[in-house]
């Protein structure tokens, strides 16, 4: 028997079954072999000697975050994109962690050399080290007149070392929230101290992402995770992480294996990522088993964005330029969306997936609503010292 959705419309939208949708990102890079698949226009970045040229460039991406048909064993989009304009790209599905592929360029950059990649799309938080260090070129947005019009409006200061997205321009957003089982949890999680109820001890779950879990449990605590928050305000966090640990009222601190322990019922409750749990209830065999919502505190999100590290070409870059634009026209970012089903930071994509996939209209793990707007934020920019002691601190009670 199919449990009704619950009567919040947020929470309602959340929970929503949307038919037919791909595995996403996370599952597939951290779960899968993934020889084989999406390399129809790859190219040896790593091995290139000098920068692209107006007419071919390296494009570094996440694994699974492109649409692909598998039939074809094609990229569609960026076939379409390379017919239009006679660019070639040399599509690398090369990223499969932030530090470990910043750790592969690292040099270069230091050196101001062509990495290999023309444009990458790392997380706005290693972004955010990359501008800092001055490693990263200013997009002419004279050359992109889509992005300018359809960026959605919460993302031009979304990252707070880059207002107006001068060096980096979103790619595909992941979000994170609560999730619980909704029969075993009936009353729902409302507030951060609900995951302490007696009822749940060992049952909780949280994710081993520092930015995510931590994100959340600061907004739980009345603190903007993108705001002027500082140690007080991060010990006071970390403190009640430690003692929930320490007490067994969370024992499950997990990647994305943590789905497995949802489903198991191993985890009653849990920090997740949204589009996970939206889609486990898609493919489940039981109808809606979990209820997902952003808390009334505060979700959090997160935006994978293109940035041109220093060592790539000016006439490179405009075709960079180009390549961004071209996503950005809402028709084409329908199509990415429905595959990688991650929020898509493009205004009109909504109305134009009803031409796409008429069953992902309103997929929140793709659309949030305006209200759910509101409720997600970024982490804010850590300094190198607060990476490092936050990250060891975190790793520290976390047991990783």
Same mark, same amino acid.
């Given at each position: 028997?199919?449990r009704p ?6 929470v309602?939208d959340?929970v929503?079954l ?11 890079f ?10 129809g226009?790859l190219?040896l970045?790593?091995?290139a ?8 460039i /390296?494009w ?11 039939? /074809? ?7 379409e994109f ?7 790209v ?6 499969d962690?932030?530090?470990?592929f910043?750790?592969k ?5 230091a050196?101001?050399k062509f990495t290999?990649y023309?444009?990458?799309?790392? /997380?706005?938080w ?16 004279a ?10 409006d ?28 909704t029969?075993?949890?009936?009353n729902?999680?409302k ?13 909780v779950?949280?994710l081993s ?5 931590m994100g959340l449990?600061?907004?739980g ?12 305000e991060?010990d006071?966090?970390?403190a009640w ?6 007490s ?16 198991t019922?191993?985890?009653?409750a ?8 939206v ?9 809606p ?11 959090m ?9 220093n060592?790539t ?10 390549l961004?634009?071209f996503y950005?026209?809402?028709?084409i ?11 898509t ?7 134009e ?14 659309f949030?609503t305006?209200?759910?707007w ?6 804010r ?8 002691r936050y990250s ?9």
């Amino acid at each position: 028997m199919v449990r009704p959705l619950p009567e919040d419309p947020i929470v309602r939208d959340l929970v929503s079954l949307i038919r037919g949708q791909q595995l996403n990102r996370r599952q597939l890079f951290r779960g899968a072999a993934v020889a084989g698949a999406g390399l129809g226009t790859l190219g040896l970045a790593s091995c290139a000697a000098g920068g692209g040229t107006k007419d071919n460039i /390296t494009w570094g991406n996440w694994t699974y975050y492109l649409d692909y048909d598998e039939k /074809t064993s094609t990229n569609p989009t960026l076939d379409e994109f390379i017919d239009k304009t006679g660019i070639n790209v040399n599509y690398v599905e090369d990223i499969d962690d932030n530090n470990t592929f910043y750790g592969k360029i690292k040099d270069a950059l230091a050196q101001d050399k062509f990495t290999g990649y023309d444009v990458v799309t790392f /997380t706005d938080w290693m972004n955010a080290r990359l501008i800092q260090a001055k490693q990263v070129q200013e997009f002419d947005y004279a050359n992109m007149p889509n992005v300018k019009a359809n960026l959605v409006d919460a993302q031009w200061d979304a990252l707070d070392v880059d207002p107006g997205r001068k060096h980096t321009i979103p790619w595909q957003m992941p979000t994170s929230s609560w999730a619980w089982n909704t029969e075993a949890v009936p009353n729902g999680i409302k507030t951060l101290d609900d995951f302490l109820q007696p009822a749940l001890k060992g049952k909780v779950g949280v994710l081993s992402e520092m930015r995510d879990t931590m994100g959340l449990i600061l907004a739980g605590q009345g603190v903007d995770p993108s705001g002027k928050w500082g140690d007080t305000e991060w010990d006071k966090a970390m403190a009640w992480l430690d003692d929930a640990l320490k007490s067994g009222q969370i024992t499950q601190v997990k990647g994305n294996s943590y789905t497995q322990d949802l489903e198991t019922g191993v985890t009653l409750a849990a920090m997740v990522w949204t589009g996970d749990v939206v889609m486990m209830n898609v493919e489940s065999d039981k109808g809606p088993q979990w209820t997902v919502e952003i808390p009334e505190s505060g979700g959090m999100i997160a935006s994978d964005s293109f940035s041109v590290p220093n060592g790539t070409t000016a006439e490179a870059k405009a075709s960079v330029e180009k390549l961004i634009d071209f996503y950005y026209q809402p028709e084409i970012a329908a199509r990415v969306a429905d595959y990688v089903n991650y929020v898509t930071p493009v205004k009109g994509a909504q109305a134009e997936m009803e031409k796409v996939n008429p069953d992902n209209v309103d997929n929140p793990a793709i659309f949030p609503t305006e209200e759910a707007w509101k409720r997600l934020h970024p982490f804010r920019t850590l300094t190198a010292e607060e990476d490092k002691r936050y990250s060891d601190e975190f790793q520290n009670v976390m047991g990783l």
